[in-house]
């Protein structure tokens, strides 16, 4: 059974960064393509970034360029650095891990950007 916890959050300022660490306990983990989503409050959770089994990265519109998401086999985690942050980036962040059409959730992290 896979298991994701997400840690890295909390309030910051405009401007500031923050990393967002996903750790996986399971098998397999080099397999599963990983991604971040978020969800701010009264909104739809949206995609932020994704990485494949190969490494290959994408991005939302909206984070290109600030935000750099990563993944490391060995350690069997993932992170999300986040640079430049926005009020608009405030939102429970959440980690999925995905395999033969089976997804794995965490449990979330809340970054809030503020001044």
């Known amino acids: 059974q896979v298991q994701l916890v997400e840690s890295g959050g909390g309030l910051v300022q405009p401007g500031d960064s923050l990393r967002l660490s996903c750790a996986f306990s399971g098998s397999m983990f080099s397999v599963y393509a990983m991604a971040w989503y978020r969800q701010a409050p009264g909104k739809q959770r949206e995609l932020v970034a994704t990485i494949t089994s190969s490494s290959s990265t994408n991005y939302a519109d909206s984070v290109k360029g600030r935000f750099t998401i990563s993944r490391d086999n060995a350690k069997k985690t993932m992170n999300l650095r986040m640079d430049n942050l926005k009020p608009e980036d405030t939102a429970v962040y959440y980690c999925?891990?995905?395999?033969?059409?089976?997804?794995?959730w965490g449990q979330g992290s809340q970054v809030t950007v503020s001044s």
């Open positions: 999925s891990a995905t395999w033969r059409e089976r997804t794995y």
